[in-house]
């Protein structure tokens, strides 16, 4: 369901002017940190945000990467315990949505209902999932598990697109899957070792075989 289209369709075009509103933010800009607040709740129109949180130490911790028209924000339901951080990992052009009037749709309109219903059971279903690996598979599953949920292209403007998997970095790979840094690195310098391995394999058998042509031919 396309919900912007939706609410541009239900409000006048004055009520559309107070209650939405298109704002773009640059590769590094936080969308909100804390302590900030937001009054909105927003949608990604284009681009990638990285979605996590601050150790003690004051560390970026993530734990989540939303692309296509998610949602995010604060709805405010958890009396006071929402410690977010919102981070463009690409130019990105968000909608942002008035708070009271977000919530209010989610409530009485039951298009809007079953919408929401749908994408927030779809978003704990991602993340019930990741955790299921995070304590089920080995290191290196894990990884491999990370970069199959992530495999997709996006849309930073109308000439540009990016790979998700080319955002990552080590330490995001890290916290999303519970593995050290230093364990990443090697495990993906293991894929990559293995890659050119099956590559050379593959122009090796490739040689046998023109050779076994140019023989049968020559014959």
Same mark, same amino acid.
């Given at each position: 369901?396309?919900?912007?289209?939706y609410? &541009?369709?239900?409000?006048?075009?004055?009520?559309a002017?107070?209650?939405?509103?298109?704002?773009?933010?640059?590769?590094?800009?936080?969308?909100?940190?804390?302590?900030?607040?937001?009054?909105?709740?927003?949608?990604?129109?284009?681009?990638? =945000?990285? =979605?996590?949180?601050?150790?003690?130490?004051?560390?970026?911790?993530?734990?989540?990467?939303?692309?296509?028209n998610?949602?995010?924000?604060?709805?405010?339901?958890?009396?006071?315990?929402?410690?977010?951080?919102?981070?463009a990992?690409?130019? %990105?052009?968000?909608?942002c949505?008035?708070?009271?009037?977000?919530?209010?749709?989610?409530?009485?309109?039951p298009? =809007?209902?079953?919408w929401?219903?749908?994408?927030?059971? &779809?978003?704990? %279903?991602?993340?019930?999932?990741?955790?299921?690996?995070? %304590?089920?598979l080995?290191?290196?599953?894990?990884?491999?598990?990370?970069?199959?949920?992530?495999?997709?292209?996006?849309?930073?403007?109308?000439?540009?697109?990016?790979?998700?998997?080319?955002?990552?970095?080590?330490?995001?790979?890290? &916290?999303?899957?519970?593995?050290?840094?230093?364990?990443v690195?090697?495990?993906?310098?293991?894929?990559?070792?293995?890659?050119?391995?099956?590559?050379?394999?593959?122009q090796?058998?490739?040689?046998?075989?023109m050779?076994?042509?140019?023989?049968?031919?020559?014959?």
């Amino acid at each position: 369901m396309d919900i912007l289209s939706y609410f &541009q369709q239900t409000l006048t075009r004055e009520e559309a002017s107070n209650l939405i509103k298109e704002v773009n933010f640059r590769k590094g800009e936080y969308v909100y940190m804390p302590p900030i607040k937001p009054n909105e709740m927003f949608q990604i129109i284009s681009g990638a =945000i990285k =979605i996590g949180t601050y150790t003690e130490k004051g560390e970026e911790v993530c734990y989540d990467i939303l692309f296509q028209n998610e949602v995010f924000g604060n709805l405010r339901y958890l009396n006071g315990q929402f410690f977010e951080f919102a981070k463009a990992l690409t130019d %990105c052009k968000i909608i942002c949505y008035e708070l009271s009037f977000y919530k209010k749709m989610i409530v009485h309109d039951p298009l =809007i209902s079953d919408w929401f219903n749908k994408t927030t059971i &779809q978003r704990w %279903c991602k993340m019930e999932t990741r955790l299921y690996r995070f %304590c089920t598979l080995p290191a290196a599953e894990r990884i491999k598990a990370l970069f199959a949920e992530f495999d997709h292209i996006i849309v930073i403007s109308k000439s540009k697109k990016v790979k998700i998997l080319d955002l990552l970095h080590i330490v995001d790979i890290a &916290q999303m899957t519970g593995i050290s840094r230093q364990t990443v690195s090697k495990l993906l310098k293991s894929f990559d070792d293995s890659s050119k391995l099956k590559t050379n394999k593959l122009q090796h058998d490739s040689t046998i075989l023109m050779d076994k042509k140019l023989i049968h031919h020559l014959a």
